[in-house]
């Protein structure tokens, strides 16, 4: 059997009724709504006159013998159709979230951000069915009528992959997110990262738990993948010299790599066999210990990527890499060593100004390594 595409259209009423009655969903490394008030209102517009307007994509996903069809691509438009019927659109300050994107590597924000705010289609129909109210105002639009819904047509494709493995379909889905440009706006990278993720959806939470949410740097979330990759190549080779060799601009690519190694997709030499860390895929219970170490160590917000890669490559590396846990009693004694070898490199002007420099990055994950290695029991 090969992989079939379907096309058609469909009323947007009945789009509409698919949303509502969770007929469609949308993956959970889906992104959020991107479009503002003036983007709904051209879409709306553009519809009116008659426009053309790129078809949905829509796949068949089916996960225990029972079928979910997922929006690939399109959810911009379907969301926008459905805000112009229910004639709202989200409060942006309201469902904003300051650490939805991950730091980066300089300590700065010039990287090109999308403005997002945590909310899809999916937040209001869960409101709706908890009996919460959102947070919305009024669109004000006009001429959202019966006729205009019903008489109004937008086209969709069809997947259905050939393989109906749980693997092979997600295989299969997280390409085509991949390849899809979603109306010429940039992914983010954690939203790109996500769609890697669902290469195996059991391991999501090992490349983005729960407890990494509450690790920032000025707000800022840190990029768990970035330490798991970083130290994975560090515990194959046990040194620092050939840390991310090749990729200095272009690290992003180097964790991608790491993430299609974990997740099964590409052998790579690069980095420590996850499979024989981790048989059964059971690190839960070093993860616990990382999380309880951060609590006692009472190491949360961080000032600067000198901070955080000090205070976080030692011990990410003995918790999960090692297997051991860090001695209470010398708690006060380990952070003082860690404070003063940050004192340090903050006094070079060289490696504070470019702190994502390779040779920067590695002094801080092996002289971290080094400190935590005294109290690791």
């Known amino acids: 059997m090969e992989n079939k595409v379907y096309y058609g259209e ?3 009423k009945h789009w509409i009724d698919l949303m509502l009655k969770k007929n469609i969903i949308l993956p959970d490394y889906q992104r959020h709504f991107v479009w503002k008030e003036d983007a709904v209102r051209d ?16 796949g068949a996903l089916n996960i225990d013998n029972k079928l979910q069809n997922l929006i690939l691509d399109g959810q911009q438009r379907l969301t926008s159709i459905l ?45 709706k069915n ?14 959202i009528d019966n006729d205009f819904l019903n008489n109004t047509f937008l086209g969709f494709s069809y997947l259905v992959p050939a393989n109906t493995t749980d693997a092979a379909q997600q295989k299969y889905y997280s390409t085509v997110f991949r390849n899809i440009n979603i109306k010429g706006e940039k992914l983010l990278v954690q939203e ?16 983005d738990p729960d407890f990494s949410k509450t690790l920032t740097i000025n707000n800022i979330k840190i990029d768990f993948v970035r330490y798991l990759s970083l130290l994975s190549q560090y515990y194959k080779d046990n040194r620092a010299n050939n840390v991310a060799k090749y990729y200095g601009r272009k690290l992003e690519e180097y ?30 219970p070093r ?21 955080a890669d000090m205070y976080l490559f030692g011990l990410i590396y003995e918790t999960v890499f090692n297997d051991k846990r860090i001695n209470k009693a010398k708690k006060n004694e380990l952070k003082q060593k860690i404070e003063n070898k940050i004192s340090i490199y903050k006094d070079d002007y060289s490696h504070k100004k470019t702190p994502s420099a390779l040779k920067h990055l590695r002094s801080r994950l092996e002289d971290s390594i080094n400190i935590y290695k005294c109290y690791a029991v």
């Open 10 to 12: 469909y009323s947007l």
């Open 43 to 58: 879409f709306v517009k553009a519809l009116k006159n008659k426009q053309f307007i790129p078809p949905v994509t829509i």
């Open 83 to 127: 805000l112009a019927y229910l004639d709202l659109f989200p409060e942006r300050d309201e469902y904003n979230n300051p650490i939805n994107q991950i730091a980066n590597e300089n300590d700065d924000d010039d990287d090109e951000q999308l403005d997002i705010i945590e909310w899809t289609f999916k937040t209001y129909i869960e409101e």
């Open 130 to 143: 908890e009996g919460r109210n959102g947070h919305y105002h009024k669109l004000n639009l006009t001429d």
């Open 192 to 207: 790109s990262r996500k769609s890697l993720y669902f290469l195996d959806s059991s391991l999501a939470q090992f490349f």
């Open 255 to 284: 964790y991608e790599e790491y993430i299609y190694s974990v997740a099964g997709e590409n052998n790579s030499n690069m980095f420590n066999d996850f499979t024989e860390m981790f048989p059964d895929k059971n690190y839960n």
């Open 287 to 307: 993860y616990e210990q990382l999380k309880q170490s951060i609590k006692y160590l009472e190491i949360n917000t961080f000032p600067s990527i000198i901070d």
